[in-house]
């Protein structure tokens, strides 16, 4: 057993020495979930903390300990925990009807608002990111009459469409894949061309969120807008992260406009959420007064309490001044914290933009999820428990989503924390 081995067991030992009652409760939960656990990104070895309540930036477990929130929902708590408009909001559709079984007066202004923002022509709801992006890619094989996608090695667009590592996860939906190499201009164009006339969508994060923070380069994107609409391929851009870059979305920030956008996260202000939109000669097939439309369901689709709490937060809360402060937050602490690696010249640095950010235990460049997965897992795997030590909580694999309550301060405390890190472990860093 090396020393890396050896300090990440002292660090795990001494996380479940200091949380009995986080234990117990992973072992009654053990008994009717599988393993634990209901959702797979939350667990960590050898359990996740077990949270008890939150508020504003702050996270209580059941043992007593505290921690800043770095991974704001994985970036669906971009307005904290129990904002008050929120709370406010929720309270109201609440008191005015929770589950109507009926058109709405809420949904119309919604829909108006999250169409003007992200330039959509028609949207319609969903309840999550997974369920937009199936039904943006349904939605596209109806359209153009063809059967295949094109989603890109280390693309995560839900648990159904999920293709880390390179593949398709044995749970996704049986879509026929051809995977295209992200930030590989002339491998994935040569992909598309082979496949022109098989391909109904080519869907796409423009910045890897999952796989670890990583944008697409202008140049990839341009040729995806390229190549698609000369073969009449549906462009999907999965913008169920990236949409808070910009206050109207990623695509308008790199000025390319796909044929369709999924949206999801902290759009639903924190509620249940997930929209697929775009151009309305695509979209009007699911209009049911037409012969032949589309079927789309979900009970949920149109609930009272995303409708009012969305509208709130996008209206009230992130204006465009507030996101482009907010991003430019981000920005600076990943400039900070990328200028300390390389002061200490620790292999470790920070990827993504704005309030997206993903730390790896890894030198050079990183194009595609396989260069983040290069790194030293378990030098990330030390970080998450020296950060827990430390009271703050980022997700294990290094990601990192800003709410509104991580300021300057909040910033600086990270910085210090990781510091710290760099100089406890420095001979494991070999620094
Ligand atoms: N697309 C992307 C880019 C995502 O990051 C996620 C969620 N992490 C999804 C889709 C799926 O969204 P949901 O979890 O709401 O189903």
């Known amino acids: 057993m090396n020393e890396v081995d050896q300090a990440l067991d002292i660090a795990i030992a001494s996380f479940v020495a200091k949380r009995p009652k986080t234990h117990a409760l992973h072992e009654r939960a053990k008994a009717v979930m599988p393993g634990g656990n209901t959702r797979t990104v939350l667990f960590s070895a050898p359990f996740p903390i077990r949270v008890e309540r939150s508020q504003g930036a702050m996270l209580y477990d059941v043992d007593g300990h505290s921690y800043l929130d770095f991974v704001g929902e994985y ?29 709405h007066v809420r949904e119309v202004a919604f829909a108006e ?67 295209g190499r992200y930030n590989d201009v002339e491998t994935t164009r040569a992909l598309i061309q ?39 391929i549906v462009l999907i851009f999965d913008e169920v992260m990236t949409s808070r870059l910009h206050p109207n979305g990623y695509s308008a920030k790199i000025g390319i406009q796909p044929d369709l956008k999924t949206l999801g996260k902290y759009i639903g202000g924190g509620m249940s ?16 007064t037409r012969p032949n439309a589309l079927p789309h369901a979900g009970t949920f689709n149109n609930n009272t309490m995303t409708m009012t709490a969305g509208l709130a937060g996008l ?55 396989e260069d983040a997965a290069k790194g030293d897992l378990r030098i990330k795997r030390l970080l998450f428990h020296h950060l827990l030590d430390e009271g703050i909580y980022i997700a294990d694999r290094g990601f990192m989503a800003l709410s509104l309550l991580i300021g300057e301060r909040e910033s600086a405390l990270l910085l210090v924390a990781i510091e710290k890190f760099i100089n406890k472990y420095r001979d494991l860093l070999r620094v």
Not at 75 to 99: D, F, K, Q
Not at 116 to 126: A, H, M, P, Q, V
Not at 277 to 288: H, K, Q, S, T, Y
Not at 332 to 347: I, V
């Open 75 to 103: 970036s669906a708590g971009l307005y904290g925990h129990s904002h008050p408009r929120i709370v406010a909001a929720v309270t109201e559709a609440v008191a005015g009807g929770l589950n109507m079984g009926a058109h």
């Open 113 to 179: 608002a999250v169409c003007k923002r992200f330039d959509l022509e028609r949207l319609r709801f969903t309840n999550s990111g997974t369920e937009a992006n199936m039904m943006a890619l349904a939605a596209a094989r109806c359209f153009t009459k063809r059967s295949k996608i094109m989603p890109m090695m280390g693309g995560y667009h839900g648990g159904t469409l999920y293709f880390g590592g390179g593949v398709a996860s044995p749970v996704n939906a049986p879509f026929e894949c051809v995977l």
């Open 194 to 232: 082979q496949n022109a006339s098989e391909l109904a969508a080519i869907i796409v994060e423009p910045m890897l969120g999952s796989g670890g923070c990583i944008p697409a380069s202008l140049e990839f994107l341009s040729m995806l807008k390229e190549e698609s609409s000369k073969a009449g």
């Open 273 to 288: 959420f997930g929209a697929f939109g775009g151009r309305a000669v695509i979209m009007d097939l699911f209009d049911p």
């Open 315 to 369: 209206t009230e809360i992130y204006t465009p001044e507030v996101c482009f402060a907010h991003c430019a937050l981000g920005d600076k602490l990943k400039t900070d914290l990328n200028e300390m690696f390389m002061r200490y010249q620790a292999p470790m640095q920070v990827t993504g933009m704005g309030t997206l950010l993903n730390i790896h235990a890894v030198s050079g460049d990183i194009l595609r999820a």
